[in-house]
């Protein structure tokens, strides 16, 4: 099963008060950045978010899932724990802030 264009339609709604928010199609499903970092997965219509001591602290009762097989575990938040707008967009602000800048990508060899 794949998001539904709605689904992504829909988060992106309940996020668009954060800056730097930008989606990319990935393996069928969807990465989330934040101030250029991959912060969130939407999979199968659900979000995962990456786990960091910043997040937990903001989860009354995290729940755990792997986006992917073969992912390390983030946090689980189905679409109907995204109606709380504001937490969902301090959650998602949290975690960018505690995830270092990705290393850049080294460019590809002429063959």
């Known amino acids: 099963m ?24 990935m393996f069928g499903e969807y990465c989330l950045y ?3 970092k991959p912060t969130a997965f939407l999979c199968d219509d659900q979000l995962y978010v990456k786990i ?13 899932g792997r986006p992917y097989p ?8 189905r679409p109907d724990e995204w109606e709380d707008r504001q937490a969902l967009c301090d959650l998602l602000a ?7 800048m990705p290393r850049p990508r080294q460019p590809r060899r002429a063959r």
């Open 2 to 25: 794949s998001t539904r264009a709605e689904t992504l339609d829909f988060l992106l709604d309940q996020i668009g008060a954060l800056p730097g928010v930008r989606t990319r199609r």
């Open 94 to 100: 949290a975690t960018s802030r505690a995830l270092p």
């Open 70 to 77: 073969g992912a390390r575990d983030h946090f689980l938040l």
């Open 34 to 36: 934040l101030d250029d």
């Open 52 to 64: 960091t001591e910043a997040g937990r602290a903001l989860l009354a009762r995290p729940v755990c």
